[in-house]
């Protein structure tokens, strides 16, 4: 049975009591019901909400807690920061699967997949941000959402760890979150549960934390 983490809670993930040659960093959500129920012609000629549109991001960091590589062009293209604009690291061993603009179905919405066993050591933490695109310009934020979750799942199915956030008051009006962290240990790495909200809805404006 997965481990349920709350706001602030690691758990230890071994190479000798997990499988570590691929971890899938799987982002759930769920379209919000509407505020209240409208009339028949009100909901007819009504336009229709704009999707939820969540982003998934990872940076690597390096032992200093940074971002070393920016891209060949400093526009993130290449670089140590994986995004639906540059969704395969070069190292090839961390890459999104995909841009899902609609939160629509069941299970993960967005995955970052991660050979945490091949990555190499100058890569000492993982951080996962996910942000919502155009959030501010559509009134949209982590408040209006519900089943929205981030899980570590290993190569076999086993699922590691799960950290949800629904329903809390703190996310109204934020539009980005860092979600969790992989650190590297002894022995394999630490998946914690961060859930820091920001009001921002671009994830740039977080990476800038990150930058040397």
């Known amino acids: 049975m997965a481990l349920s983490l709350k706001k602030g809670e690691g758990v230890s993930l071994r190479k000798e009591e997990n499988d570590l040659s691929q971890i899938t960093m799987g982002l759930g959500w769920d379209m919000a019901d509407p505020v209240q129920k409208k009339g028949f012609f009100t909901a007819l000629f009504a336009a229709k909400p704009a999707d939820y549109d969540l982003d998934a991001v990872a940076f690597l960091l390096d032992g200093n807690g940074k971002v070393a590589s920016l891209g060949a062009q400093n526009d993130l293209i290449g670089g140590d920061v994986v995004f639906f604009n540059s969704q395969q690291h070069p190292s090839g061993h961390i890459w999104l699967t995909g841009d899902n603009r609609t939160g629509v ?12 066993n091949s990555l190499s050591e100058k890569y000492q933490r993982i951080v996962f941000v996910v942000s919502i695109y155009e959030g501010r310009k559509r009134g949209q934020h982590f408040g209006q959402l519900k089943n929205a979750f981030i899980r570590a799942v290993d190569s076999k199915g086993k699922e590691l760890c799960r950290y949800e956030i629904s329903g809390d008051s703190n996310y109204d009006n934020m539009c980005s979150m860092t979600f969790a962290e992989a650190t590297r240990e002894a022995g394999g790495w630490r998946f914690k549960a961060i859930g820091e909200a920001h009001g921002t809805d671009t994830f740039v404006d977080i990476l800038k934390h990150y930058l040397p």
């Open 105 to 116: 179905g069941d299970g993960d919405d967005e995955q970052i997949i991660v050979k945490l």
